[in-house]
T-cell receptor, first 114, second 112 residues
């Protein structure tokens, strides 16, 4: 596709439910990143994939958060037993290489946990 | 740990005014420095970057110089336009495999 695609664009869920967020990177980009953007908190790094492996998952806030990438392409971020503090915009980005390459960001998934 | 601090917004200027958004960083070694911009309704995009001391990144009339002695990477533009209204993020990365650390962002409003 022309850019990084994220779905859904908006997700409202009830506390305690599981959610899955999807990211389709730009074709051919080997690196994929997940960040979280909370109001007034800037961007918080969650996890980084190079191909299908995750060299750095240090930003995942708790064991309720997990992510996978298959076929070196699509990635899914899963949040189990959602809490209200999980409410944020979840951003995905991709790049041809590592972090020093230009990152291309999607428009994000706005997650609201009621 | 490594961090980026940028001036809080919102910053409101009139069209054609001079812009400075301050950014300082804390990091060991020699990180690469970036400015990303988020226009209303759009995803973040790279505005400019600098990879070593005294480098100047520039794009779309914006400039920033990597100052190691003051650990700063201030963003400047000589004459802003209404279309520059956006949120600007300063960021750093230690190396190509090290996560980009972002500042909290500065919202810029340009009045016609």
């Amino acid at each position: 596709g022309a850019g990084v695609s994220q779905s859904p664009s908006n997700k409202v869920t009830e506390k305690g439910k599981d959610v899955e967020l999807r990211c389709d990177p730009i074709s051919g980009h080997t690196a994929l990143y997940w960040y979280r953007q909370s109001l007034g908190q800037g961007l918080e790094f969650l996890i980084y994939f190079q191909g299908n492996s995750a060299p750095d998952k240090s930003g995942l806030p708790s064991d309720r958060f997990s992510a996978e990438r298959t076929g070196g392409s699509v990635s899914t971020l899963t949040i189990q037993r959602t809490q209200q503090e999980d409410s944020a915009v979840y951003l995905c980005a991709s790049s041809p290489g590592g972090f020093h390459e230009k990152l291309f960001f999607g428009s994000g998934t706005q997650l609201s946990v009621l | 740990g490594d961090s980026v601090t940028q001036m809080e917004g919102p910053v409101t200027l009139s069209e054609e005014a001079f812009l400075t958004i301050n950014c300082t960083y804390t990091a060991t070694g020699y990180p690469s420095l970036f400015w990303y911009v988020q226009y209303p309704g759009e995803g973040l995009q790279l505005l400019l970057k600098a990879t070593k001391a005294d480098d100047k990144g520039s794009n779309k009339g914006f400039e920033a110089t990597y100052r190691k002695e003051t650990t700063s990477f201030h963003l400047e533009k000589g004459s802003v336009q209404v279309s520059d209204s956006a949120v600007y993020f300063c960021a750093l990365s230690k190396n190509r495999d090290d996560k980009i650390i972002f500042g909290k962002g500065t919202r810029l409003h340009i009045l016609p």
